[in-house]
Protein backbone atom coordinates (compact mmCIF):
# COMPACT_ATOMS: atom_id res chain seq x y z
CA UNK A 1 0.00 0.00 0.00
CA UNK A 2 1.34 3.37 -0.92
CA UNK A 3 2.36 5.69 2.30
CA UNK A 4 0.42 8.64 2.48
CA UNK A 5 3.00 11.79 2.48
CA UNK A 6 2.54 14.46 5.17
CA UNK A 7 4.06 17.73 5.14
CA UNK A 8 5.37 18.61 8.61
CA UNK A 9 6.04 22.74 9.23
CA UNK A 10 7.66 23.97 11.92
CA UNK A 11 10.52 26.49 12.36
CA UNK A 12 11.94 23.98 15.24
CA UNK A 13 14.19 21.55 13.62
CA UNK A 14 13.64 19.35 16.73
CA UNK A 15 9.55 19.81 16.71
CA UNK A 16 9.90 18.38 13.22
CA UNK A 17 12.43 15.36 13.78
CA UNK A 18 9.77 14.25 16.95
CA UNK A 19 7.01 14.62 14.46
CA UNK A 20 8.70 13.27 11.53
CA UNK A 21 10.03 10.08 13.62
CA UNK A 22 6.54 8.61 14.94
CA UNK A 23 4.51 9.58 11.89
CA UNK A 24 7.39 7.27 9.85
CA UNK A 25 7.07 4.64 12.35
CA UNK A 26 3.60 4.84 11.47
CA UNK A 27 4.14 4.64 8.01
CA UNK A 28 3.63 7.82 6.42
CA UNK A 29 5.81 9.62 4.41
CA UNK A 30 6.58 12.87 5.55
CA UNK A 31 8.42 16.09 4.05
CA UNK A 32 9.92 18.94 6.21
CA UNK A 33 9.58 22.52 5.56
CA UNK A 34 10.98 24.90 7.84
CA UNK A 35 9.30 27.89 7.21
CA UNK A 36 6.10 29.15 5.33
CA UNK A 37 7.43 29.76 2.49
CA UNK A 38 9.33 26.70 2.22
CA UNK A 39 5.90 24.32 2.63
CA UNK A 40 4.04 26.81 0.22
CA UNK A 41 6.51 25.41 -2.59
CA UNK A 42 6.88 22.03 -1.46
CA UNK A 43 3.12 21.91 -1.67
CA UNK A 44 2.80 23.17 -5.07
CA UNK A 45 5.44 21.13 -5.92
CA UNK A 46 4.78 17.57 -5.12
CA UNK A 47 0.96 17.56 -5.52
CA UNK A 48 0.10 14.46 -3.53
CA UNK A 49 0.57 15.49 -0.29
CA UNK A 50 -2.56 14.15 2.18
CA UNK A 51 -2.40 16.51 5.11
CA UNK A 52 -0.62 19.18 6.44
CA UNK A 53 1.01 19.65 9.98
CA UNK A 54 1.28 23.42 9.97
CA UNK A 55 2.77 25.24 12.98
CA UNK A 56 1.45 29.08 13.91
CA UNK A 57 4.29 31.34 14.38
CA UNK A 58 7.32 30.70 11.57
CA UNK A 59 9.25 33.33 10.04
CA UNK A 60 8.80 34.67 6.26
CA UNK A 61 4.83 33.42 6.66
CA UNK A 62 3.60 32.24 9.43
CA UNK A 63 0.59 29.64 9.52
CA UNK A 64 -1.95 31.40 9.13
CA UNK A 65 -0.99 33.04 5.84
CA UNK A 66 -0.17 29.57 4.67
CA UNK A 67 -3.25 27.91 5.69
CA UNK A 68 -5.55 30.85 3.86
CA UNK A 69 -3.33 30.78 0.69
CA UNK A 70 -3.76 26.80 0.35
CA UNK A 71 -7.59 26.97 1.30
CA UNK A 72 -7.89 29.00 -1.87
CA UNK A 73 -7.29 26.32 -3.58
CA UNK A 74 -7.71 23.35 -1.76
CA UNK A 75 -9.13 21.36 1.03
CA UNK A 76 -6.39 19.11 2.00
CA UNK A 77 -6.53 18.51 5.99
CA UNK A 78 -4.49 20.99 7.56
CA UNK A 79 -3.65 20.25 11.57
CA UNK A 80 -2.17 22.98 13.72
CA UNK A 81 0.00 23.52 16.07
CA UNK A 82 0.32 26.16 18.36
CA UNK A 83 2.40 26.98 21.98
CA UNK A 84 -0.34 28.63 23.33
CA UNK A 85 -4.49 28.15 23.67
CA UNK A 86 -6.57 30.58 23.15
CA UNK A 87 -9.82 31.12 22.10
CA UNK A 88 -9.38 33.78 19.58
CA UNK A 89 -6.64 32.00 17.72
CA UNK A 90 -9.05 28.62 17.86
CA UNK A 91 -11.53 30.94 16.44
CA UNK A 92 -9.41 32.27 13.93
CA UNK A 93 -8.16 29.03 12.79
CA UNK A 94 -11.59 27.05 12.42
CA UNK A 95 -12.64 30.64 10.32
CA UNK A 96 -9.61 29.34 8.24
CA UNK A 97 -11.13 26.04 7.58
CA UNK A 98 -8.53 24.02 9.73
CA UNK A 99 -9.42 20.63 10.55
CA UNK A 100 -7.78 20.05 13.88
CA UNK A 101 -6.43 22.10 16.42
CA UNK A 102 -3.00 20.60 18.78
CA UNK A 103 -1.59 22.71 21.58
CA UNK A 104 2.06 22.33 22.48
CA UNK A 105 3.64 20.48 23.78
CA UNK A 106 1.50 17.35 23.33
CA UNK A 107 1.61 13.39 22.81
CA UNK A 108 3.15 12.31 19.63
CA UNK A 109 0.90 9.44 20.33
CA UNK A 110 -2.33 11.80 20.51
CA UNK A 111 -0.59 13.56 17.30
CA UNK A 112 -0.66 10.52 15.49
CA UNK A 113 -4.41 9.61 16.76
CA UNK A 114 -5.38 13.09 15.26
CA UNK A 115 -3.54 12.48 12.09
CA UNK A 116 -5.50 9.39 11.60
CA UNK A 117 -8.71 10.43 12.72
CA UNK A 118 -8.71 13.91 10.10
CA UNK A 119 -7.29 11.32 7.56
CA UNK A 120 -10.67 9.26 7.82
CA UNK A 121 -12.88 11.69 8.25
CA UNK A 122 -11.64 13.12 4.41
CA UNK A 123 -11.96 10.64 3.24
CA UNK A 124 -15.31 9.58 4.47
CA UNK A 125 -16.36 13.61 3.35
CA UNK A 126 -14.75 11.93 -0.53
CA UNK A 127 -17.18 8.85 0.01
CA UNK A 128 -20.19 10.59 -0.27
CA UNK A 129 -20.63 10.87 3.55
CA UNK A 130 -20.97 7.72 4.01
CA UNK A 131 -19.90 6.36 7.91
CA UNK A 132 -19.42 2.74 9.45
CA UNK A 133 -18.60 1.58 12.62
CA UNK A 134 -19.35 -2.09 12.91
CA UNK A 135 -23.25 -2.37 12.59
CA UNK A 136 -23.84 1.38 12.90
CA UNK A 137 -24.37 2.48 9.46
CA UNK A 138 -24.76 6.54 8.42
CA UNK A 139 -25.61 8.47 5.26
CA UNK A 140 -25.14 11.88 6.14
CA UNK A 141 -26.30 13.17 2.87
CA UNK A 142 -29.31 10.95 3.51
CA UNK A 143 -29.59 12.06 7.09
CA UNK A 144 -30.42 8.23 7.72
CA UNK A 145 -28.85 5.96 10.52
CA UNK A 146 -29.16 2.20 10.35
CA UNK A 147 -27.98 0.01 13.22
CA UNK A 148 -28.28 -3.49 12.57
CA UNK A 149 -30.13 -2.69 9.51
CA UNK A 150 -32.68 -0.97 11.45
CA UNK A 151 -33.18 2.78 11.09
CA UNK A 152 -33.47 4.70 14.43
CA UNK A 153 -35.13 8.33 14.46
CA UNK A 154 -32.37 10.82 15.43
CA UNK A 155 -33.32 14.73 15.95
CA UNK A 156 -30.80 16.88 14.05
CA UNK A 157 -28.57 17.58 17.15
CA UNK A 158 -28.19 13.53 17.88
CA UNK A 159 -27.51 12.81 14.35
CA UNK A 160 -24.61 15.19 14.50
CA UNK A 161 -23.46 14.12 17.36
CA UNK A 162 -23.53 10.64 16.57
CA UNK A 163 -21.62 11.58 13.04
CA UNK A 164 -19.04 13.86 15.01
CA UNK A 165 -18.47 10.22 17.39
CA UNK A 166 -17.90 8.16 14.41
CA UNK A 167 -15.63 10.70 12.58
CA UNK A 168 -13.58 10.49 15.62
CA UNK A 169 -13.20 7.09 16.95
CA UNK A 170 -11.34 6.60 19.53
CA UNK A 171 -10.29 9.53 20.44
CA UNK A 172 -11.03 11.16 23.92
CA UNK A 173 -12.96 14.14 22.75
CA UNK A 174 -13.63 17.02 25.89
CA UNK A 175 -17.37 18.67 26.09
CA UNK A 176 -16.13 22.19 25.14
CA UNK A 177 -14.31 19.80 21.93
CA UNK A 178 -17.68 18.29 21.44
CA UNK A 179 -19.56 21.40 21.99
CA UNK A 180 -17.58 23.70 19.47
CA UNK A 181 -17.73 21.63 16.46
CA UNK A 182 -21.28 20.20 16.93
CA UNK A 183 -22.95 23.34 18.38
CA UNK A 184 -20.51 25.62 16.78
CA UNK A 185 -18.94 28.34 18.56
CA UNK A 186 -21.89 30.43 18.13
CA UNK A 187 -23.75 28.88 20.50
CA UNK A 188 -23.56 30.24 24.63
CA UNK A 189 -25.55 27.56 26.26
CA UNK A 190 -24.49 24.75 28.78
CA UNK A 191 -22.13 22.59 28.12
CA UNK A 192 -24.21 19.94 30.02
CA UNK A 193 -26.50 20.20 27.38
CA UNK A 194 -24.00 17.70 25.32
CA UNK A 195 -24.87 15.09 28.36
CA UNK A 196 -28.65 15.24 27.89
CA UNK A 197 -28.34 14.82 23.94
CA UNK A 198 -25.66 12.01 25.09
CA UNK A 199 -28.00 10.09 27.13
CA UNK A 200 -31.19 10.01 24.23
CA UNK A 201 -28.82 8.87 21.46
CA UNK A 202 -27.71 6.09 23.98
CA UNK A 203 -31.10 5.80 24.78
CA UNK A 204 -32.23 5.16 20.94
CA UNK A 205 -29.12 3.29 19.93
CA UNK A 206 -30.40 0.40 22.46
CA UNK A 207 -27.56 -1.91 23.33
CA UNK A 208 -24.77 -0.33 20.69
CA UNK A 209 -25.66 2.71 23.20
CA UNK A 210 -22.73 1.33 25.04
CA UNK A 211 -20.45 2.55 22.34
CA UNK A 212 -20.60 5.79 23.76
CA UNK A 213 -17.83 5.69 26.36
CA UNK A 214 -18.31 8.34 29.36
CA UNK A 215 -14.58 9.75 30.20
CA UNK A 216 -15.09 10.91 33.82
CA UNK A 217 -14.15 14.34 34.14
CA UNK A 218 -13.53 15.21 30.35
CA UNK A 219 -15.76 14.02 28.02
CA UNK A 220 -16.72 10.96 26.00
CA UNK A 221 -14.92 8.45 23.60
CA UNK A 222 -16.94 6.47 20.68
CA UNK A 223 -15.73 2.85 20.84
CA UNK A 224 -17.57 0.21 18.58
CA UNK A 225 -16.76 -3.20 19.22
Known amino acids: MEKLKVLVVDDESRMRKLVKDFLTRNNYDVIEAEDGSQALDYF????????????????????????????ETSKVPIIMLT????????????SLGIDEYITKPFSPK???????AVLKRSRQDQDDGNLSAGEIKMNKAAHV??????NIDLSYKEFELLAYFMENEGIAL???????????????GDARTIDTHVKKLRSKMGKKGDTIKTIWGMGYKFEPD
Open 44 to 71: YKEKEIALLILDVMMPKMNGWQVCKEIR
Open 83 to 94: AKAEERDELQGF
Open 110 to 116: ILVARVE
Open 145 to 150: VTIEGE
Open 174 to 188: SREKILNHVWNYDYF
